[in-house]
């Protein structure tokens, strides 16, 4: 299974989407405010542009766990980020289920319609068959 994200050494240099290779340090001194600190563990998307996303696990673990998600106490870093994968496929795969549920009641819904609309129409091209 391919991986959306990637915890991030904070050694590595790290490229941008505007394909700007940006040094660990720059990196680190860009974002300072929540990097820099040592138990912060940061998430890059995992793909050729890595800066294309840069968040914390914990934020990631609380995002999810607003959306419904229970993680087990004792996960390693990587281990929490693939049950946030997890998770984030599972909602993925409910959310199409759902989508394709409701396209396929909105189908039955149109033709139920238009039966009923072909129905009054026969019953009025009777109707004026009977007045004439």
Known sequence: ?????????????????????????????QYSFFIARPDAVMVLANKEYDGAMCESLQFLKERCEDMGAQFAENL????LLDAIEQFENDLAAAQQAAAEEAAAKEAEYAVAS??????????????NMMNY
Request: proline share 4%; net charge negative.
């Open 1 to 29: 299974m391919a991986h959306r994200y990637k915890i991030w050494d904070k050694t590595s240099p790290v490229m941008t989407p505007a394909k700007r290779v940006i040094t660990a340090e720059e990196w680190l001194n």
């Open 76 to 79: 390693s870093n990587q281990e």
């Open 114 to 127: 238009l039966k009923a609309e072909e129905d009054v129409a026969g019953a009025l091209a009777y109707q």
